[in-house]
């Protein structure tokens, strides 16, 4: 248990799923082809980078496969967010060893935020790795492969400015044909003391506008239903044609995203509190398409330790924000935050802070961290790391039995109502029920009857736990 405490709180099945095991890369049907798996670690913007990293493999003469042990090339595409989740693919090349051992040909390279972190110290430091790939060297994957596969190592850790795979048509990866992420921006300005982002992604670099468009027409006429829209702080999206005539900001491509199709539905992560405007939260509601549910992170519910964080907002700011969402979008719009506990020299009474702030939000769902070191941040070059082990996870199973009590009342108050869920597939407990997410992102169960993944079906809900709602087709 422990385990999972000091990572995060997981409230379904569906999203333990998610974010626990690392996604896998599909078989391709390709005779004669080379073989590439991939795994993905870490968030939202990983997997979707691995869609891109399958594209240009492709092109490469690759096909992926779903089974390390058919590749020729694996690929770890990894996240460096906390110490667990650069052990977790440490341990991952152990096990790849043995497979090395029997297969001494095979190429193994190590990408995404981890990769950028260590450089070329994961040579050093690892043997079975061949190349060291970060997140803005992506097209030059091929080159390094075949570098590789001559026995030398290689490595390209270069950080760009301008990359953004705009003109990349990503191989949707472990897809349910229905819901598919777009990457509108990359990398990071903010400079949260605890976090490593801005150095393993780079500075923040908006894509440009009609290609993020195009690729939701694209995934229309695929019969994709849901796109989520991802960036690390998607409300600093800025874009400015190269003639300097058009500049669109992020309720601006909320709106013409929305626009794409009445069918399609849009959500967006992640929300910064300091940027989100009541322009956003406007679109939002004008549109009936674009889904009601906001994650926006608070870290924490103290003013003290939010300027430690260099958030750049306190409490009160946070809190005003939580209003203009209820005021704008209602009462049922769905919130949900990250919270860190334990964050250096945070105290019992700043620890109930976060407590309160929660209490005050009445969030739906929650991602919950105790603090984790990161070499080289600012707050591990300026604070003590002082609050004990045993301390950070008492505070952090605080905070999630209070989100599971949260979680539950807020699901409490959607009994009686009847929601539009889009079917997702069958549910993972029986094969008689389907599956699917309410406009707040929430899982819904219901009898299976004659209906079909990606439909969109109206459910009076009957019943819930904290993590699921149940219900029955209404017309
Ligand atoms: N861009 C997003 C967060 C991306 S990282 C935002 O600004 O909100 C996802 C989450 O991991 C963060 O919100 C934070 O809660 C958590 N996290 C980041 N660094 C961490 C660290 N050093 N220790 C523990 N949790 C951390
Ligand atoms: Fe990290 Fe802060 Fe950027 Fe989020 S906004 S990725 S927490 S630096
Ligand atoms: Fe994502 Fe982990 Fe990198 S959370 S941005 S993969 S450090």
């Known amino acids: 248990m422990e385990r999972i405490a000091e990572t995060l709180t997981i409230l379904t099945p569906e999203d333990k799923e998610a974010t626990d095991l690392p ?27 691995s869609e891109i990293v399958a594209a240009v493999m492709r092109n490469a003469g690759f096909a992926t496969t779903s089974t390390a042990d058919e590749a ?42 981890m990769a950028e972190r260590l450089k070329t110290k994961l040579l050093e430091e690892e043997k079975i790795v061949d190349i060291v790939a970060g997140p803005d060297a992506y097209r030059d994957i091929p080159k390094l492969v075949e570098e590789a596969e001559t026995g030398q190592k290689a490595v390209n850790v270069f950080l760009s400015r301008e990359e953004t795979y705009a003109d990349i048509a990503p191989i949707r990866l472990n897809s349910n044909g229905i819901t598919a992420f777009i990457s509108i921006m990359r990398g990071c300005d903010n400079m949260c003391s605890f976090c490593v982002v801005p150095y393993t ?3 923040e670099r908006s ?80 549109y009936e398409n674009i889904c009601k549910y906001i994650h926006l992170p608070a870290q924490s519910g103290n003013s003290r330790i939010l300027k430690l964080m260099n958030r750049t907002y306190d409490r009160d700011w946070y809190i005003q924000k939580i209003d203009r969402i209820r005021a704008i979008l209602g009462e049922d719009c769905g919130i949900s935050h990250d ?30 961290f105790a603090y984790s070191e990161r070499p080289g941040t600012p707050a591990a070059k300026k604070y003590a790391d002082d609050v004990p082990h045993d301390v950070k996870l008492r505070r952090l199973n605080e905070i999630i039995a209070l989100q599971q009590k949260l979680s539950l009342e807020r699901n409490q108050r959607t009994i009686g109502q009847v929601q539009k869920v889009l079917i997702e597939g069958t549910s993972k407990r029986s094969a008689e029920e389907l599956c699917g997410r309410n406009d707040q992102n929430k899982m819904v169960v219901f009898p299976k009857g004659d209906l079909q993944k990606g439909q969109y079906v109206l459910v009076r809900i009957t019943d819930c736990t904290a993590a699921t709602l149940r219900g029955e087709v209404v017309a």
């Open 72 to 113: 020729d090339l694996i690929f770890l595409n990894t996240c460096a967010i906390r110490d667990n989740a650069e052990q977790k693919v440490r341990n991952r090349l152990k096990q790849l060893n043995t497979l090395k051992k029997r297969k001494p040909e095979l190429v193994v390279g190590m990408l995404g935020c």
């Open 207 to 286: 894509r440009d506008a009609h290609s993020i468009v195009r690729e939701a027409e694209q995934l229309v006429a695929d019969g994709y239903k849901e796109v989520t829209l991802l960036g690390q702080n998607v409300d600093s999206y800025k874009w400015t044609s190269a003639d300097g005539s058009e500049h669109v900001n992020f309720a601006l491509l909320l709106e013409r995203v929305a626009q794409v199709s009445p069918e399609l539905r849009v959500r967006f992560s992640t929300s910064h509190p300091k940027d989100i405007t009541d322009d956003v939260l406007h679109t939002m509601a004008k």
């Open 339 to 368: 919270m860190i506990s334990g964050f250096c020299s945070e105290t019992e009474e700043e620890h109930r802070d976060t407590l309160t702030l929660m209490e005050y939000a009445r969030y739906d769902y929650g991602y919950m």
């Open 23 to 49: 996604r896998v890369s599909e078989d391709e049907l390709a005779v004669g082809k080379k073989r590439l798996y991939i795994e993905s670690y870490g968030c939202q913007m990983n997997f979707s980078d």
């Open 201 to 203: 992604r780079g500075r």
